[in-house]
């Protein structure tokens, strides 16, 4: 079992076994504003209808109740949330629920019943959005199953890992593992690898947000610090620690940022392609 060490305390992993289901979901409930700060948090009890394709039941009259549904704050997407423990089966329950989710039927009866359970939601705009934007499924475990990560890749699920730790003294922590829910909201800047790979040629320098000298940008996901180099009129950023990127001169990255203000680093999607092409 993991153990985090925070402020000369020691937590320890929980046991994910020991919860019920109930119990792991109200406490997602509870601490997911914080977690998930630019969307709405919603309970979504609702029995919908699914037009499964994969359901034995007659088409149309198969059933499913999600958890939770996210609402981004500006209405350009939604969530629809499953909490799961991992000691369910995959095949049996976990995997029909997906696709249940994924197949259900979402209108203006949705809207309605969101709207009930959160009355500062917007409901003209919630309407519009429920029913011109396809939802998406995020799944959230209690524990980290690399088998279940590897079966849903392809299916478009978004997966979390939400591991709780407690102290001598009854404090908890979470640990969130896994993918994040987020919209990447406006390209920032391009940027292309210099001659010496060291170096990425910045073309929007002044939309960097940074600490001194220092740019922080997630790249695959994890945090990575970039060094401003200002060379003439020219702006280059250098990995403070080892380069993560394996960019010769040229290759083209793009920088982004999340709806919850982080600056993300992407691979330019074309210069991607071109590399697949080399290969």
Same mark, same amino acid.
């Given at each position: 079992?993991?153990?985090?060490?925070?402020?000369?305390?020691?937590?320890?992993?929980?046991?994910?076994?020991?919860?019920?289901?109930?119990?792991?979901?109200?406490?997602?409930?509870?601490?997911?504003?914080?977690?998930?700060?630019?969307?709405?948090?919603?309970?979504?009890? !609702?029995?919908?209808?699914?037009?499964?394709?994969?359901?034995?039941?007659?088409?149309?009259?198969?059933?499913?109740?999600?958890?939770?549904?996210?609402?981004?704050?500006?209405?350009?997407?939604?969530?629809?949330?499953?909490?799961?423990?991992?000691?369910?089966?995959?095949?049996?329950?976990?995997?029909?629920?997906?696709? !249940?989710?994924?197949?259900?039927?979402?209108?203006?009866?949705?809207?309605?019943?969101?709207?009930?359970?959160?009355?500062?939601?917007?409901?003209?705009?919630?309407?519009?959005?429920?029913?011109?934007?396809?939802?998406?499924?995020?799944?959230?475990? @209690?524990?980290?199953?690399?088998?279940?990560?590897?079966?849903?890749?392809?299916?478009?699920?978004?997966?979390?890992?939400?591991?709780?730790?407690?102290?001598?003294?009854?404090?908890?922590?979470?640990?969130?593992?896994?993918?994040?829910?987020?919209?990447?909201?406006?390209?920032?800047?391009?940027?292309?690898?210099?001659?010496?790979?060291?170096?990425?040629?910045?073309?929007?320098?002044?939309?960097?947000?940074?600490?001194?000298?220092?740019?922080?940008?997630?790249?695959?996901?994890?945090?990575?610090?970039?060094? !401003?180099?200002?060379?003439? !009129?020219?702006?280059?950023?250098?990995?403070?620690?080892?380069?993560?990127?394996?960019?010769?001169?040229?290759?083209?990255?793009?920088?982004?940022?999340?709806?919850?203000?982080?600056?993300?680093?992407?691979?330019?999607? @074309?210069?991607?392609?071109?590399?697949?092409?080399?290969?």
């Amino acid at each position: 079992m993991a153990r985090i060490f925070v402020n000369d305390t020691w937590y320890e992993q929980v046991e994910p076994s020991t919860f019920s289901e109930t119990e792991f979901e109200d406490r997602i409930r509870l601490h997911a504003p914080s977690i998930y700060p630019h969307y709405f948090v919603v309970p979504f009890k !609702k029995t919908l209808t699914t037009t499964d394709p994969n359901s034995s039941e007659p088409l149309g009259s198969s059933k499913v109740i999600p958890d939770l549904a996210f609402i981004a704050r500006n209405y350009q997407e939604w969530w629809v949330v499953e909490v799961e423990m991992t000691y369910h089966n995959f095949d049996g329950h976990i995997l029909p629920q997906i696709r !249940k989710l994924q197949n259900a039927n979402y209108g203006d009866d949705e809207a309605e019943y969101l709207k009930r359970k959160d009355t500062s939601l917007d409901l003209e705009k919630l309407r519009h959005l429920i029913t011109t934007s396809p939802s998406q499924i995020l799944l959230i475990m @209690n524990q980290n199953k690399v088998d279940w990560i590897r079966r849903l890749q392809n299916d478009n699920v978004v997966i979390a890992i939400f591991e709780l730790f407690r102290a001598s003294n009854e404090l908890e922590i979470f640990r969130v593992n896994g993918e994040y829910p987020s919209q990447l909201i406006e390209k920032v800047s391009d940027c292309i690898v210099h001659l010496i790979p060291r170096l990425l040629k910045v073309s929007n320098p002044d939309r960097l947000t940074s600490s001194g000298t220092i740019v922080r940008l997630l790249y695959n996901d994890c945090l990575t610090e970039w060094r !401003k180099i200002v060379e003439g !009129k020219d702006v280059y950023i250098t990995a403070v620690n080892r380069n993560p990127l394996r960019g010769r001169e040229g290759k083209k990255y793009e920088i982004y940022i999340r709806n919850d203000e982080q600056l993300v680093l992407k691979q330019n999607v @074309n210069s991607e392609k071109e590399e697949d092409d080399d290969n």
